[in-house]
């Protein structure tokens, strides 16, 4: 196997919530893609995971970016954007340059790198006749950014499991463990690594609610987590303010 190194940079969706190890941390989908990669490549196998949850585009870029590069993986994947979407200050005719324009420089080290066209998470929250059409101008654009420079990409958007809720975590945003192993099995396929096929099984898609009782849930939902969301915006808090990296490093990865 060509990839002795991995490095993850970006937001929540990179670090691993909501999918928590025993302790708490979150494990996600990355952590399950390096685990596998140190099995093809032995004990010298390096992996360090930049992301942080709630980190915009220009955070990633200016913070994690620089990181990554200074490690010379020889694999970077690449997942950013998706919370810039959610701000009433996203500016598509900057941000598709900007992407081009990192994309080109992860390339341009010598990595190989994987990017993401997401999974629709629109069809279940508020605010869809606004943000639908931002998160399918990112994901063309992710498209178009990946064949031009030669990405590796895993286009979450085309499959139509992710429209099965078990896949996602109560906040109705976040991949739930399932769907962060069914991500990781979708990222080895794209490298071309093999993996446990009981990633790719999905829980039964549960029957629909009665009217009331679906109604009872986005109250409760929107009590929980839409009304915390709202709050940190107004006051320009981030859930990661006080977070930092699980895995600032290239370090050796326990094997299965």
């Known amino acids: 196997m060509r990839w002795r190194s991995y490095v993850a940079v970006g937001d929540s969706f990179t670090e691993g919530m909501d999918d928590a190890y025993p302790d708490g941390s979150y494990r996600g989908w990355a952590d399950l893609v390096a685990t596998r990669l140190a099995v093809e490549a032995g004990p010298d196998f390096g992996y360090a995971n930049l992301a942080i949850r709630g980190r915009l585009f220009p955070n990633v870029v200016a913070e994690q970016v620089p990181s990554a590069l ?4 020889d694999l970077i994947s690449f997942a950013a954007g998706g919370n810039d979407v959610l701000r009433r200050t996203f500016d598509p005719d900057a941000f598709v340059p900007r992407f081009d324009s990192v994309v080109q420089r992860l390339r341009s080290g010598g990595s190989d790198v994987v ?33 031009r420079h030669g990405a590796i990409l895993v286009d979450l958007y085309s ?10 975590s109560t906040d109705r945003i976040h991949l739930s463990a399932a769907g962060h192993r069914r ?10 690594v093999g ?42 808090r981030s ?18």
């Open 239 to 256: 859930s990661g303010d006080f977070v930092t990296a699980k895995r600032p490093v290239l370090g050796p990865v326990e094997r299965d």
């Open 115 to 147: 990017l993401f066209r997401f999974a629709d998470v629109m069809s279940r929250l508020p605010g869809q006749r606004l943000m639908a059409p931002r998160v399918t101008l990112l994901n063309r654009v992710v498209g178009e950014v990946a064949e």
């Open 70 to 73: 200074a490690m010379k993986p």
């Open 195 to 236: 993996c446990d096929e009981e990633w790719l099984l999905v829980p039964p898609h549960p029957a629909p609610s009665p009217w009331l009782a679906a109604r009872a849930a986005d109250l409760r939902w929107a009590g929980k987590h839409l009304a915390p969301w709202i709050r940190r915006r107004l006051t320009g």
């Open 159 to 168: 499959d139509d499991t992710y429209l099965n809720p078990l896949l996602w």
């Open 183 to 192: 991500v990781a099995a979708q990222v080895l396929t794209a490298l071309g």
